[in-house]
């Protein structure tokens, strides 16, 4: 009965009308993320001068851009990509923040204050003002991007993993590890993730949607990725010049960027619900989610530390 639990909470939380709508539309960007580009990928690169800001038609349902590319294929094309990199910062906002937010439970007094006045000094920051600057940093371009949106979210998983891992490191079994000498990395790995972990995974399914969009911005910039490739931030880049003659080439983008965003949060939602972690039915990004999330921490350790 202890193993259908799980399987029967996830069900209920599906049937609801956020959790229907979370597995229909992430679902339905996985999809679209595997076949596009091998059932559209020719078609979205196809130059044709003659149909060049064409409107909407039986041929082309979005119309097309100032090359005569089908504006559809191309946004269709472009989700593998765009989700691609953004779920890949977000999983380098992930490790780096985790680890640097739990090392202070298991490091000295002195070393654990600094990290912990370094991590509170980044989180002052303006995480795409940071981003932008990183960028700068690592280059221009995809992988730029991705090491620059990826750093400049880890002070919110970071602060939000001390959180965590303070009242861990509180914990009787804790004292104990110290005691008998376990080492402090083995402490870390067996003791303070595990208890940490479930909070941690609903704020990382969140965070995807802040990172897109955040890709979105690089890449409307110039930043982040660049021709021949292209993303939904850079589609709407191109199609901005345009828009108010051809709306479409800038419009298609920015919805995508909209529905792939409350996709995931709605899937952060659901997975909130399934835990029994209370997140608020509007868009957050990655530093308020982890401000929405602080309260489920003694909630996620105190269990586990029980046992």
Not at 3 to 9: K, L, T
Not at 55 to 84: K, Y
Not at 163 to 179: E, K, N
């Amino acid at each position: 009965m202890a193993r259908r639990q799980p399987a029967s909470a996830w069900g209920r939380a599906l049937r609801t009308p956020i959790g229907g709508c979370a597995a229909v539309l992430v679902a339905l960007l996985v999809v679209i993320a595997i076949v596009a580009p091998l059932m559209l990928g020719a078609r979205a690169t196809q130059v044709d001068v003659s149909a060049a800001h064409h409107g909407i038609s039986a041929r082309h349902w979005l119309g097309t851009d100032g090359l005569g590319r089908d504006i559809l294929a191309r946004v269709l094309v472009a989700t593998r990509l765009s989700l691609l990199l953004a779920v890949t910062a977000t999983l380098v906002s992930g490790v780096s923040g985790v680890v640097l937010g739990a090392l202070p439970a298991v490091a000295g007094r002195t070393l654990g204050r600094l990290m912990a006045a370094l991590v509170s000094l980044l989180v002052a920051f303006p995480a795409l003002l940071l981003a932008i600057f990183l960028v700068v940093v690592f280059g221009v371009g995809e992988r730029g991007a991705v090491l620059a949106i990826g750093l400049a979210g880890a002070p919110a998983f970071a602060r939000f993993t001390q959180t965590l891992s303070a009242s861990v490191a509180g914990a009787d079994y804790m004292a104990a590890a110290r005691i008998l000498g376990v080492r402090r990395p083995r402490i870390l790995a067996r003791h303070v993730l595990p208890n940490i972990a479930e909070p941690l995974l609903i704020l990382l399914t969140i965070s995807v949607g802040g990172a897109l969009v955040a890709f979105a911005g690089l890449s409307f910039l110039g930043f982040g990725v660049q021709p021949p490739s292209y993303d939904w931030g850079q589609l709407l880049n191109d199609g901005l010049s345009s828009i108010y003659t051809s709306p479409a080439p800038a419009l298609a983008p920015g919805v995508a960027v909209v529905l792939a965003g409350v996709a995931f949060s709605l899937l952060g939602e659901t997975a909130a619900a399934v835990a029994g972690i209370r997140v608020p039915q509007r868009w957050l990004g990655p530093g308020r989610a982890a401000a929405a999330l602080r309260d489920a921490g003694a909630r996620a350790a105190g269990p586990a530390a029980g046992d």
